[in-house]
């Protein structure tokens, strides 16, 4: 089955650019969609289609794709960026559909 | 505005049923894919199973194929994730999410969840 590979945490200070990945072997053939999950929450759309802001997403956030990894940017962190963020792509070659990566937990210092 | 709101969670004995159910209002339940996604405590987002707009397709995670049934009833407005054969890794909080479209398109709204607990 395919599996998205994102590393368990990633811990910016507060100003600074966290970069979040997601790993697959063919992911450019892929559309990836980017999920935050703050602490006790539902997940909220961010990115879809690689590179598309979701609607009310700061600008500070952004997504792009190169060889076998998307990346979720977030520029300027602030203390409220602090979440889970996970990765997902449509699996259109099986009946699995979709896939969410392990997920990313983002730490604000 | 568009909500979605999960019901039916609760604890169930191994190997029971359960049936959970997610009302939907401000669009039209035909329009869109829907789908259950769970997260187990302290896991991450896991994809159960979707149901196509048009009504005429569904589609399970392989640890749910063969227990869990997928289905809509258009009258009421309701999702339903009809849930057999349950075992400790059934433990989680189900969402119901509605795609943006159909297809490859990105789940753009969430319910709340509800709680299934798997348990002695």
Redesign the interface.
Known sequence: ?YVLSQSPSVSVAPGETARITCGAGNIRTK?V?W?Q?KSGQ????VI??DDHR?SGIPERFSGSKSGNTATLTIDAVEAGDAA?Y?C?V?E?TS?????????TKLSVL | EEQLVESGGDLVHPGGSLRLSCVVSGFTLSAYDL?W?RQAPGK????VS?LNGRGDRT????PVKGRFTISRDTSKNTLYLQMNSLGAEDTALY?CAKN?GS??????S????TRVTVSS
């Open positions: 089955s559309s969609h999920y999950q539902a997940p909220v759309l879809y289609y979701a889970d996970y997902q449509w259109d009946d699995h559909l979709w896939v969410f990566g392990g997920g | 789908s996604v991450g987002l896991e994809w979707t589609f399970y995670a392989d969402y943006q297809g490859s398109y990105p789940f753009a969430w319910g709340q969840g």
